[in-house]
């Protein structure tokens, strides 16, 4: 683990900050995420692998491509923002200075930087953010697009469900630290950024539904295609499952 998390990630926690390395070469098994991107050849294989894992026939691999990104994302977001948020670092996670290593089955592992950036303790959200959001999750999922056609807003919501769920247990950890609900409030619930681009993550407003009991349950933005894959059902958060449909009320946006 890089140095500079490890008083983060502790005890059951320490995987979740092992999925980001950094080593002045990158190992021979993983792959700049910008060759990645280049040549359509690496992500179409990445796909079809995770294709055969997950049982998915056919040509439509839009739910192939929400599932493997979520799986990328929760390996990628954690320390990346844990280092920008509680640190105020910023990682090198651009595309052109990270790599990627996926496993047998497309699925990614790991991610490799060859230097560990910088500090920023007086910067703002959007500098510290502007790798990983602009250098990196758009061309990626421009990518993905391209290749699948899945809708670049399901992939905003997906991000958006694990940074939701991550600057939760931040605040839970550390308390509510006035920069760390600053960046959580921008990148959740707030736009266009600083910087003017508009926020895809806002694409639309959260909304809340009744489980059986009668408790709120917040459900994702966008559905994730979870349900399209083999013998799955809706997730417990998707604004399609039939079971909520009745209940259903927009909400201000939250994340």
């Known amino acids: 683990m890089i140095p500079l998390l490890q008083p983060i990630f502790q005890g059951e926690w320490a995987p979740h900050g092992e999925t980001l390395r950094c080593a002045p070469h990158r190992p021979p098994e993983a792959i700049l995420v910008a060759d990645l991107l280049a040549d359509p050849g690496p992500l179409r294989d990445a796909l079809a692998r995770q294709a055969r894992h997950l049982g ?88 993905l697009h391209r290749q699948t056609r899945v809708a670049e807003k399901i992939l905003w919501s997906n991000t958006a469900r694990y940074l939701g769920e991550i600057f939760e247990l931040a605040i839970q950890l550390a308390g509510p630290l006035p920069h760390v609900v600053e960046d959580r409030t921008l990148l959740l619930e707030q736009g266009p950024w600083p910087d003017e681009r508009g926020n895809p993550m806002l694409a639309l407003p959260r909304r809340t539904a009744l489980d059986g009991q009668g408790r709120p349950v917040r459900l994702h933005r966008h559905c994730c295609l979870y349900y399209l894959l083999p013998d799955q059902p809706c997730c417990g958060g998707c604004p399609l499952a039939p079971r909520y449909r009745a209940t259903l009320r927009t909400t201000a946006p939250t994340a």
């Open 56 to 143: 998915v026939t056919g040509p439509d691999l839009r739910a192939v491509a929400s599932a493997w990104s979520l799986a990328y994302l929760w390996a990628l977001l954690p320390p990346v923002v844990a280092g920008a948020s509680l640190l105020r670092h910023a990682f090198p996670v651009d595309a052109a200075h990270i790599a990627v290593h996926l496993g047998a089955d497309g699925e990614p592992l790991s991610f490799h930087i060859t230097d560990e950036g910088q500090a920023l303790p007086g910067a703002s959200t959007a500098p510290r953010y502007a790798a990983l959001l602009h250098g990196h999750l758009r061309p990626l999922f421009a990518a």
